[in-house]
């Protein structure tokens, strides 16, 4: 297989296809800190794109409890599990050296899943990607354990476990929204035997070509992340499109001069969770140097928000800021050695990092740009860090803008939301 560049891994891997690159990349950032569970983004989604015959089982967007819950059941640990009999007790990172462009988070030493598809070779020789195809019960429920905390066993002592990592809680679970990542290497592409799947050059969305799908379901097989699914209608995969027509500018009642739009799941969050952007990409194929783009703020510049599971291989172009109350272990298994940063940067968030964090839904155009104009000191508090310490924050009453592709001001937000009294005579009783 070719060698291409990680930079999530902080190394080089095989993979089935030469590099290539497309000039802009989607990508985003989910922020689980905040995510209700409200499967508003699974609603818009579903009502969108997937209401038809023979998409009944088909959720592009979930919203899944962590620890117990996932869609399909248990995706990611029975992957992790093949991957561990692969290569026993070596699925390791060693994080002692790091490079902010090339290998941020140090080096995975394990192997990908690409890697470890070479190890174990089939009866008609190896598979492009090491994966399963999970049975129908398992693509039955979107969201099987909802809201079902780990860490309530009672002690000796008559106590609960506490197997969290903030003081004022005994158990834990989170709420983990997942769409496709439109990866830089994509599992689903890699395992295409008929190259039915591609990468657009205009923004690195993952597409599945209908006409050349035969329905052999391989992409479902090689996704680590189980976000190409089959449908039994037509006999063909399908999978989150990112929603490209609004990412194009078409939707005039968003975008009236022709700018990129969120996708659908992003606009419609409740939570204010989603962020997202295209980022753009250098001639070697890395994230080109944008501090003034927000994802690429967080992700590259501060690091706060971490890939999921990058030690698969893809090189996933969703990011998350961890959940600061959940076990750390679990999280590095899921989001790398970034984590502990990446969970005291945002409990105690500075002046720059608290603006950009107000961009989180601020319009429904994509952000490619803020400014911070600065405001004055409104408050100071005491926070709590994970570690027990105490540490002092000085809020100020900053401004965040954002532009969108054109540069035109697409959104303004304060630190300090306004608020605005009513005179009592015109509404003495509104009721
Ligand atoms: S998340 Fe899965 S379906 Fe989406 S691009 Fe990556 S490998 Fe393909
Ligand atoms: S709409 Fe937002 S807050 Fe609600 S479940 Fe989806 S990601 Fe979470």
């Known amino acids: 297989m070719p060698y291409v560049y990680n930079w999530q891994i902080g190394r080089e891997m095989s993979y089935p296809h030469e590099e290539s690159h497309p000039r802009w990349q989607f990508a985003f950032v989910f922020n689980p800190n905040r995510c209700i569970g409200c499967q508003t983004c699974?609603?818009?989604?579903?009502?969108?794109?997937?209401?038809?015959?023979?998409?009944?089982?088909?959720?592009?967007?979930?919203?899944?409890?962590?620890?117990?819950?996932?869609?399909?059941?248990?995706w990611d640990g029975k992957l992790l599990h093949m991957l561990e009999e692969v290569n026993p007790g070596r699925q390791v990172w060693d994080a002692r050296e790091k490079d902010r462009e090339t290998m941020p988070y140090g080096t995975f030493d394990g192997m990908t899943i690409f890697e470890a598809a070479e190890r174990r070779p089939g009866p008609d020789g190896h598979q492009g990607a090491l994966g399963y195809l999970p049975n129908d019960d398992e693509w039955r429920s979107p969201n099987i354990h909802e809201d079902i905390g780990a860490g309530s066993h009672f002690s000796k002592e008559g106590q609960y476990g506490g197997s969290v990592q903030l003081p004022e809680h005994k158990v834990w679970f989170f709420h983990l929204a997942r769409i496709c990542n439109h990866c830089t290497y994509p599992g689903c592409l890699g395992s295409c035997p008929r190259n039915a799947i591609y990468k657009r050059q205009e923004d690195g969305v993952v597409l599945t070509d209908q006409s050349r799908c035969r329905g052999y379901r391989k992409c479902v097989e090689?996704?680590?992340y189980k976000k190409a699914m089959y449908r039994?209608?037509?006999?063909?995969?399908?999978?989150?499109?990112?929603?490209f027509p609004r990412l194009e500018g078409k939707d005039k009642e968003i975008?009236?001069?022709?700018?990129?739009?969120?996708?659908?799941?992003?606009?419609?969050?409740?939570?204010?969770?989603?962020?997202?952007?295209?980022?753009?990409?250098?001639?070697?194929g890395g994230w080109a140097n944008d501090p003034t783009n927000p994802i690429y703020y967080l992700v590259r510049e501060r690091q706060v928000a971490l890939p999921l599971y990058p030690q698969f291989g893809t090189e996933p172009n969703g990011f998350y800021i961890p959940p600061r109350w959940v076990p750390r272990d679990y999280l590095?298994?899921?989001?790398?050695?970034?984590?502990?940063?990446?969970?005291?940067?945002?409990?105690?968030?500075?002046?720059?990092?608290l603006a950009v964090l107000q961009l989180f839904r601020a319009n429904q155009q994509i952000i490619f740009r803020y400014e911070i104009?600065?405001?004055?000191?409104?408050?100071?508090?005491?926070?709590t860090m994970p570690s027990g310490e105490t540490r002092t924050q000085e809020i100020f009453n900053d401004t965040v803008?954002?532009?969108?592709?054109?540069?035109?001001?697409?959104?303004?937000v304060t630190i300090e939301e306004p608020t605005f009294e009513r005179p009592a005579e015109a509404h003495v009783n509104s009721i």
């Open 42 to 74: 699974t609603m818009a989604c579903k009502s969108t794109w997937t209401f038809s015959k023979g998409q009944e089982l088909m959720w592009w967007n979930n919203v899944e409890s962590k620890p117990y819950g996932g869609y399909p059941q248990h």
């Open 401 to 412: 803008i954002g532009y969108n592709k054109f540069d035109e001001e697409v959104a303004r």
């Open 373 to 383: 104009e600065q405001g004055e000191k409104v408050a100071e508090c005491e926070v």
């Open 232 to 243: 039994p209608t037509t006999r063909t995969s399908e999978k989150c499109i990112a929603c």
């Open 255 to 284: 975008s009236p001069t022709g700018a990129p739009a969120e996708t659908r799941c992003m606009s419609a969050c409740v939570g204010k969770i989603r962020l997202q952007s295209l980022v753009e990409r250098d001639e070697k």
């Open 222 to 224: 090689g996704c680590p």
């Open 332 to 353: 590095m298994q899921m989001f790398g050695p970034g984590v502990d940063s990446a969970i005291e940067q945002y409990s105690c968030p500075d002046r720059e990092l």
